[in-house]
């Protein structure tokens, strides 16, 4: 059945979130390793359908997002909708409820740095995220640069086109290949000023990274003026995770080698807040699920929770001296 995958090339652009969303594994597979090229990551949209199944079906929102339905489209967001049992599956719901906080937290935290003078906020693998497109800060100068592998920012802008969804003056598109280019010299060029503070929202990216580029990441961070601020999801190591969880990160892993965007980069959640720290980080806060769920999944009425620690979310401030 594979062998007929090419057939879908010429049709590759156009239906590829249809195929996608109706699972047909081995037309999946073929379609993205033609499609790597010049087609952004899998997982980008994976997550943006995520954010957008969030505003569909989950009452109250943790994560409001009024474009997020926009940016996925009207095709995708009409399957997503006629899905409604399929999104009830307890893993379907764990996921989103995942995406849904760690946007918050990231969306919270930038909120935060605002009054303490931050007006630059660098979204480093940004994907479909629709922050600077509802900028709330943009009236007293917040300015957004969105960083992006080039493949997957082209893809982005052609989405933003189609969905009618105005590009701001105060966003510069800033494409980068983490692993190939220099994060401090294309965000220069893109007009980031390193003299002033930064906030990073860095939401699902850190696993698909080389600890190289991760630490060049960090080190840039940290070498920022005090009150830069950067937020991250990462992986547990696996020796750290329960049986229930480990078997969630497995079912997980499969489907993304489908993808062909494998998980790469795992932490020890103590050594990598020693690590922060000896980069010049201070304030420093790690929640994994019980705390996110704790802090904003408490008597729902859906019971709508994270049901798995594989993934947790950590913020570090750089000090102010
Ligand atoms: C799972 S998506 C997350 C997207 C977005 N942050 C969100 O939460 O919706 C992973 C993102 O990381 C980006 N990415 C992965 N590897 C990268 C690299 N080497 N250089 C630049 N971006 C990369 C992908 O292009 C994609 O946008």
Known sequence: MCRKAPAFRHLADKSFEILRLLSIPCVKARAISYMRQTIASRTADRVA????????????????????????GAEASAVLRAGADEAQEPAKRSR?????????????????SVPRGVRQCVILGAGLDTFAYRNPFSGIGLRVFEVDHPATQAWKRERLQRGGIAIPSGLSFVPVDFEEQSLPAELSRGGFDASQPGFFSWLGVTPYLTRTAFDTTIGFIAGLPGNSEVVFDFLVERQFLTPGELAALRR????????????????????????LRRSGFESIE????????????????????????HGNLMSARVNLT
């Open 96 to 112: 989103r409820a995942f995406f849904a906080a760690r946007g918050r937290y990231a969306e919270d935290e930038l909120a935060a």
């Open 252 to 275: 997980l892993e499969s489907r993304l080698e489908l993808a062909g965007e494998p998980f790469k980069l795992f932490f020890e959640p103590a050594k990598l807040e020693q690590d």
């Open 49 to 72: 359908l995520g954010r957008a199944a969030h505003q569909i079906f989950d009452e109250p929102k943790v994560f409001e997002d009024p474009l997020a339905l926009r940016i996925v």
């Open 286 to 309: 790690r929640l994994g699920a019980a705390e996110l769920n704790r802090r904003y999944f408490a008597n729902r009425a859906d019971a709508l929770r994270i049901l798995s620690g």
